[in-house]
């Protein structure tokens, strides 16, 4: 098997082939995400791809990039994925230019998970900032097992390796075999905010009283106001940047 890369500027019938959700209930519904996320495919199309196998007509995965501008430094990183995304429709929106691409997501078929297609996602983002003369690939990942740890502060989970000195999450440790490199843990990335019924819908749990609760797949608390009828939440991330040029 030997999928095609398509952009969505190539092929924008194939959004619409993609059948499969990897995302739990609650990462569905961020502030800032769920304003812009439909515009990626209008306002970033080419930013925008597919795996496609061609053979069995599938869509195997999506990813989702955005064009920023960055100086380069940790200090210059955008206030984590509501930021970056702020920060770059307002830039294509006032005419500016890009200098760097980021990473928003990658989303693979279920069924062929575990089979090394995160590594041709990676690379096919590389590939975009290459033909596009940036030299900088950054990513805000969301470590696959901080959900396990979800009580960790994510700077010192972050920083956490395995016998061989590689990073102990398997997300973070992907992309550094590839030639990442980690720059900085953002405690409040993305912010999530509801009711206390929508968040109790989303996570299938009761919330009784005020306070901070572990719920299914969170990486961090949830802090719930029933005075105030209110659920937030704020999503931990970590930056790591691939130089592809």
Known sequence: MCPLVLTHA????????????????????????????GRLYDDFREFQFVLYDEEEDVVLAEGHTIPFAWDGTVDGLPAGIDGLVEDAFRLCEDGGRPTALSALA???RPSVQGGGLSQSMIEAMAGIAREQGWR???APLRPSWKERYPLAPIDRYAAWTRDDGLPFDPWIRTHVRL??????????????SGT????EDWTEMAFPESGEYVFPHGLAPLAVDRERDLGLYFE???WVVHRVG
């Open 196 to 199: 206390v019924a929508e968040w």
């Open 106 to 108: 990658i989303e693979i």
């Open 136 to 138: 900088d690939l950054v």
């Open 236 to 238: 931990p991330n970590v």
């Open 10 to 37: 190539e092929r924008p019938d194939l959004a619409d082939r993609v059948d499969f959700n990897v995302w739990p209930e609650y990462n569905r519904h961020g502030d800032v995400l769920n304003r812009y996320w």
């Open 179 to 192: 030639g990442a490199e980690i720059l900085h843990a953002d405690p409040r990335s993305l912010r999530i």
